[in-house]
């Protein structure tokens, strides 16, 4: 099992001095991955539910600081050997996957081929309102952009032809360090998530850790990846969790590969301190 913190660009992590602290006491501690997420705007007062929580409610409230999730990415990069830089998640349909085929690939360049390209594709509608983007094609665009972002790693000269992004013959550099292209996750817990995991992800990344519901969306990606002629085995597993060893031997029957947490506290010697009872007590013993 690999484990993995999320949520490192936002609120207090994005104080460079607590982000970097946070970064190499991870690494020091054998974590494998960190995770940041992503929001360019919180439109105020917006009323879509946040899917990730009971009540509805978005963690920090509407004025919750989050940085770009690429930048605190790269200076992690400069500050760290061997931890993964992950996004969890980029939200991809908001953005020409040009640009993020160049900015991954430099990231990727950069940290000599550490990255991993989490996306999903969004779901407050109010921010694609303000980015003047259809919120109800937000699906297709997706498909479409993770396609794109394989064409101009992988192809040279790169090509796409599609309904919402089109280009090429047109050379596209630097390429990723990882010579097969960066490793696209899938992320989001819904049966469309895991549609899409089956047909076009590295990876399948649901935010969160009930097992029932984990073995239903892994069937559905399943049975889509068989129908699109790819092997389910090769998509790679991540999830939330609790970090007891029994909670993470539950996740590892089910074919679980990466677990992901929230970072175990919000300032410098707690963070010290949780990542050290962490890396002795879970990550070292699974």
């Known amino acids: 099992m690999k484990f993995g913190l999320l949520f490192v660009n936002s609120g207090p992590f994005s104080n460079p001095d607590l982000l970097a602290h946070l970064a190499q006491k991870a690494e020091e501690c054998g974590f494998e991955s960190l995770w940041t997420v992503e929001h360019v705007v919180i439109p105020q007062g917006f009323q879509t539910p946040y899917p990730y929580s009971k009540d509805g409610k978005i963690p920090g409230g509407e ?9 605190p990415l790269g200076f992690v990069a400069a500050l760290t050997k061997k931890i993964r830089l992950a996004t969890g998640v980029m939200i991809l349909p908001q953005r020409h996957p040009l640009y993020v085929a160049k900015e991954m ?102 935010a969160l850790g009930e097992v029932p519901k984990l073995k239903e969306l892994f069937a559905i990606m399943s049975a889509e990846a068989q129908k699109a002629g790819r092997d389910p085995a090769a998509i790679e597993l991540s999830c939330m969790g609790r970090t007891s060893v029994d909670s993470v031997k539950a996740l590892q029957d089910i074919g679980i590969a990466r677990m992901v947490i929230a970072p175990p506290a919000f300032d410098r010697d707690g963070l010290t301190r949780g990542l050290e009872r962490l890396g002795n007590e879970v990550v070292a013993r699974v």
């Open 63 to 71: 004025d919750v600081s989050i940085p770009d999730p690429l930048l």
């Open 105 to 206: 690939a430099t990231l990727d360049l950069l940290s000599g081929g550490r990255t991993i390209l989490g996306i999903g594709s969004g779901w407050l509608k109010e921010e694609f309102d303000a980015l003047g983007l259809d919120f109800h094609a937000r699906g297709a665009r997706t498909d479409e952009a993770i396609k794109a972002l394989r064409a101009a790693w992988c192809e040279n000269p790169s090509s796409f032809l599609g309904k919402h992004f089109n280009f090429g013959p047109l050379m596209s550099f630097p390429k990723p360090a990882q010579t097969k292209g960066i490793p696209v996750h899938i992320g989001g817990h819904s049966p469309a998530a895991a549609r899409r995991a089956g047909r076009l992800g590295d990876g399948f990344f649901p």
